[in-house]
């Protein structure tokens, strides 16, 4: 969400932000609830000065003139509780579209539409040269008795799955690999709940716009969130941080729900695509300061190509279009790791800077070292995601013979094993 000065003060910055992220919403029609809202505010209070100086009147008046201001009195009642009606709603409406106020992109992002005007900024490792079909993940996994799908389908629908074995091994490698690695750098592990209220969904801009992706339970008032990024920002929704504890750097874990239905008839087979997985997810709250916002952008991001790296992937890192980025993002690079059964690269990490648009929804501040209070500025990135990252591990690591040559950075945790 956007300061309301901010917008009052830059309005055509917003409406080239709205129109640059296809966002559908009327700048002018806000300023002209803000405008409104303002103007009733002022009416409304002074009202309630006059309202006071009744109580003196009525005090020195006689039993006449008393008569005389009961009538007038109960008349601007009255009009008082036509006044207070007319706020809350212009409120309501005004709070309704302040929701829905985009960031604004930084100046370095594509402009367009949506993922097709993303812009490949660099491609890491070569992807691997087969001396034989190799398999997809999917035939792979079911070969070697690594997941349930038809099985998984029985107990939870389409999308379903089940690691099985070696695969759930893998998983508890590839996160506490990454765990290990986000510790080295002073992130604390956090694994946080996944059911949650409404309120850090609206906090993170999850809500309203994208309501029929989440996963509801209303009889209960709570959701089923689609990344720990909900929860970490929803842990300091309405707290004034100290600055001394800034950054704050969470290496937030929890499963992961997600309807999908924007993308109903994509991925439907095998492990990229699915209603329930695994995440860590990197995440820093900083001071607000553009300079330390990119500091931390570029390190989340290394982050994630180190871990890449690491597993020995090949992978392009990708600036995102303003259509792609989404509403509260000022900046977004994807990373997009090879997959060998569609050759091409699909994402894996989705790196996020969103200065204060968020802390400014969830009400997250800190106290400034000059007692400033300030609005802090958040930051996301995936670590690793499973099981989407297990089935580029097999695809790109997989031997003639159907067996997964294992990444020395994840050998420790399997045992030493070299194959799987
Ligand atoms: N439906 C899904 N099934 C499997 N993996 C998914 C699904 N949706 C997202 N992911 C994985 O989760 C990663 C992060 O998802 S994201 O929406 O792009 N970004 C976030 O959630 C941010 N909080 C950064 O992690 C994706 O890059 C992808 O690797």
Redesign the pocket.
């Known amino acids: 969400m956007l300061d309301k000065r901010f917008i009052r003060e830059n309005p055509q910055a917003v409406r080239d932000a709205v129109a640059v992220k296809g966002i559908d919403l009327d700048v002018d029609e806000l300023l002209q609830l803000d405008q409104d809202n303002r103007k009733l505010q002022f009416e409304v209070d002074g009202a309630q000065a006059r309202r006071k100086s009744f109580a003196k009147q009525f005090a020195k008046a006689d039993e006449a003139r008393r008569a005389e201001l009961r009538v007038e009195h109960e008349a601007f009642d009255r009009q008082l509780r036509d006044l207070r009606e007319q706020l809350a709603r212009t409120g309501a409406r005004l709070a309704e579209l302040m929701l829905l106020t985009p960031n604004i992109p930084w100046s370095g992002a594509p402009v367009g539409p949506d993922e097709a005007a993303n812009v490949v900024l660099r491609t890491v490792g070569t992807p691997p040269e087969f001396d034989f079909t190799p398999l997809d993940h999917t035939e792979l996994a079911e070969k070697r008795g690594w997941a349930e799908f038809a099985r998984a389908r029985k107990v939870a629908g389409e999308r379903a799955y089940a690691l099985v074995g070696d695969m759930v091994m893998l998983e508890r490698a590839v996160h506490s690999y990454a765990l290990d690695l986000l510790r080295g750098r002073e992130f604390t592990p956090v694994a946080v709940p996944a059911l949650v209220r409404e309120e850090p969904l609206i906090g993170t801009g999850m809500l309203p716009k994208a309501r029929e992706e989440i996963y509801a339970i209303p009889e209960d008032d709570l959701y089923l969130a ?2 720990a ?1 909900v929860a970490l920002v929803g842990l300091h929704a309405g707290e004034i941080l100290d600055a001394a504890r800034l950054p704050i750097r969470y290496a937030g874990i929890s499963p ?1 729900f ?1 309807r ?1 239905i924007g993308s109903a008839s994509r991925d439907v087979r095998g492990l ?4 329930q ?1 695994e ?1 860590v ?1 990197q995440f820093v709250l900083c001071a607000a300061d553009e300079a330390e916002s990119a500091r931390w952008h570029a390190e989340l991001l290394a982050t994630a190509e180190r871990i890449l790296s690491d597993l020995g992937l090949c992978y392009e890192v990708v600036e995102c279009a303003t259509g792609d980025m989404g509403v509260g993002k000022f900046r977004m690079n ?1 990373i997009n790791t090879w997959f060998p059964s569609l050759g091409r690269f699909r ?4 790196c ?1 800077t969103l200065h204060d648009w968020q802390a400014r929804r969830a009400n997250l501040r800190y106290r400034d070292t000059d007692g400033t209070i300030r609005f802090a500025h958040t930051l ?3 670590a690793v ?1 499973t ?3 297990l089935a580029a591990l097999l695809e790109n690591f997989q031997t003639a013979d159907g067996a997964v040559r294992i990444p020395e950075v994840l050998r420790p945790y399997l045992g030493g094993r070299e194959l799987i």
């Open positions: 689609g990344t990024e992961c997600r999908e990229l695509r699915v209603h997985f995440k997810e994807d994402e894996t990490h989705s996020s996301n990135n995936t995601a099981p989407r990252l």
